[in-house]
């Protein structure tokens, strides 16, 4: 059974979708859209609790995001380079294309 809750949130700003300043309820599921902060306030209540039971799996769990978090980053740094790259490829075709017309005229 998938285990969920409604929280408050303040949506002042937070969000672009957002147009007024109030709260407003939000459902929060445990499994596919998770972030970081909410596995870390997990970890916090084992803490308070002591119930370590599932503080291996939280760990793991956040491991893993921030692995996918870092490989976006790297994907995105990707991207700018290659967009960089063809932008000077496109120049060099440029003048290469100048530079054989100029010997066809010849």
């Known amino acids: 059974m998938v285990e969920s809750h409604v929280a408050n949130v303040d949506v002042e700003g ?3 979708f957002t ?3 109030f709260n407003r309820k939000y ?3 445990y499994g596919l859209n998770r972030f970081v902060c909410d596995v870390l306030t997990e970890m916090r209540t084992c803490m308070e609790t002591r119930n370590f039971s599932i503080l291996p799996s939280l760990i793991e769990e956040v491991q893993t995001m921030v ?3 870092e490989m976006a980053l790297a994907d995105m ?3 700018e380079r290659l967009k960089k790259e063809i932008v000077y490829k496109k120049e060099e075709l440029k003048k290469l ?3 054989i017309e ?3 005229k010849k």
Do not use: H, I, Q, W
Request: hydrophobic fraction near 20%.
């Open 14 to 16: 937070s969000s672009p």
């Open 97 to 99: 294309e100048k530079k």
């Open 77 to 79: 740094k990707d991207l």
């Open 102 to 104: 100029k010997k066809k």
């Open 27 to 29: 459902f929060m599921s």
């Open 67 to 69: 692995n996918r978090m």
């Open 19 to 21: 147009r007024s300043n």
